[in-house]
């Protein structure tokens, strides 16, 4: 891979204290993932479909600040419970698809999540996806039991 397209990936990392099958089925189940995915009155998942396998579809739904509603969608690229979860992700009108990656790591108290999204063209695209670290601490509050889409 080349330093351009290095700079168009994002990559970030949390330690949680739940085990890797825990938070994979936080990130892969659709009622789980509405729990967690968002705070209402800024970016809120409300509904989730899933057809969890490779190949599958995915897409969720939900309305961000000021009641605007959106879609992202995708397919599953690779699934290897509990170790990884791959899939495409294409939101609203956007015409190219960017890869999502998390890789979990069990390690002494809990789980290193590893996170890649990469696939952008241009680091302003890449830029208008810099809420990951946000919703990795929502995914973080509601394995480790504590209140989900509570605050930001």
């Not at 659709?30 to 479909?49: D, I, L, N, S």
């Not at 890649?116 to 509050?141: C, E, I, K, V």
């Amino acid at each position: 891979m080349n330093t351009c397209e290095t700079s168009f990936v994002i990559e970030k990392e949390i330690q949680i204290a739940a085990s890797a099958e825990r938070i994979f089925a936080a990130l892969s189940e659709p009622a789980q993932r509405t729990q967690w995915w968002g705070v209402k009155g800024k970016f809120e998942v409300t509904h989730m479909e899933s057809d969890l396998r490779t190949g599958g579809a995915w897409r969720m739904s939900g309305v961000s600040m000021g009641e605007v509603p959106f879609t992202i969608q995708g397919t599953y690229q690779s699934i290897e419970p509990p170790r990884v979860l791959e899939f495409t992700w294409r939101k609203d009108e956007e015409t190219m698809d960017t890869l999502v990656r998390f890789e979990l790591e069990e390690k002494g108290f809990g789980t290193v999540v590893r996170l890649t999204h990469s696939g952008f063209n241009d680091a302003h695209t890449r830029d208008l996806y810099q809420g990951w670290p946000w919703l990795l601490s929502m995914l973080q509050g509601h394995v480790e039991g504590q209140s989900s889409k509570a605050s930001c």
